[in-house]
């Protein structure tokens, strides 16, 4: 299992205080040595944290695979194609979300999205489409002949956390939990079910398959026994763990999970 290390949240904690510290181009030697097979980055239409020239730094002086997260907007393809990293995934953007909220619509005609990949392929950079865990999709990724895809996990985390935190928070008996907790026990491991057949399905099919958002230490065991998944992009909670761990340990910490 791969690690991609998305290395945004540095950014958003330096935009806090508008300063130049701490400084995401820092990160890059620490993940290579702590064994991360790629650095993630998500340049946003509004800036909010990774800036133009984080992003070309990062591009140009990455030892390991950049992958570069963007909207399919034309002035971001714009970008793309002139940094020209390793891996561009292709994600929906919404200006007032706080984070990507689910998958990238990749059914129907989509115009815009086959322009798009139109011109990444032309600048012979490899494409990722980060979309939501639906027969469909696949298909759809299939058929507009990527080599990636990468499925949206916030469903699973999500469940995974409602599970779990009300065991940690109630006062109620188990008895009086168990019709609820059985129902959204249920519910995880239908997102498992579905997220490894789908991953199998889309192997079968020629894709190779990545896995990212809302994953952390608690969750990611399960996700990470899925065989035909490749490779996981995990953000926020590894920068998260840095502060008390630093963020070598934070990664190690990480891979450890992965081991399968």
């Avoid at 490899?126 to 990724?141: C, K, M, N, Q």
């Avoid at 168990?178 to 399905?201: A, H, I, T, Y």
Wanted: aromatic share 4%; glycine share 4%.
């Amino acid at each position: 299992m791969k690690l991609g290390v998305n290395i945004d949240h540095i950014a958003v904690l330096r935009e806090a205080r508008k300063v130049a510290d701490p400084d995401p181009l820092d990160a890059l030697s620490i993940c290579k040595l702590a064994g991360a097979d790629q650095i993630t980055i998500h340049l946003r239409e509004d800036r909010r944290h990774m800036h133009d020239s984080d992003a070309k730094n990062i591009i140009e002086l990455s030892a390991l695979p950049v992958n570069l997260e963007c909207a399919i907007e034309p002035s971001m393809i714009d970008i793309a194609c002139t940094l020209r990293p390793h891996r561009v995934t292709l994600v929906p953007e919404k200006r007032e979300e706080v984070t990507t909220e689910g998958g990238l619509a990749v059914t129907g005609a989509q115009p815009k999205l086959k322009e798009a990949i139109r011109r990444l392929q032309a600048e012979e950079i490899e494409i990722s489409l980060f979309i939501d865990p639906t027969l469909e999709a696949v298909r759809a990724a299939i058929d507009l002949h990527v080599e990636w895809i990468e499925f949206h996990t916030g469903k699973y985390a999500n469940i995974y956390a409602m599970l779990y935190s009300n065991l940690a928070k109630t006062h109620h008996t188990i008895t009086e939990l168990e019709l609820p907790r059985k129902v959204l026990k249920q519910m995880l491991d239908d997102e498992l079910r579905n997220l490894r057949l789908l991953s199998c399905d889309a192997m079968e099919l020629g894709l190779k398959v990545a896995a990212g958002h809302g994953l952390n230490y608690q969750n990611v065991q399960s996700i990470a026994e899925i065989e035909t998944i490749e490779e996981l992009n995990i953000g926020q909670s590894i920068i998260a763990h840095s502060v008390y761990t630093g963020l070598e340990q934070a990664i190690l910490d990480m891979k450890a999970l992965l081991i399968r």
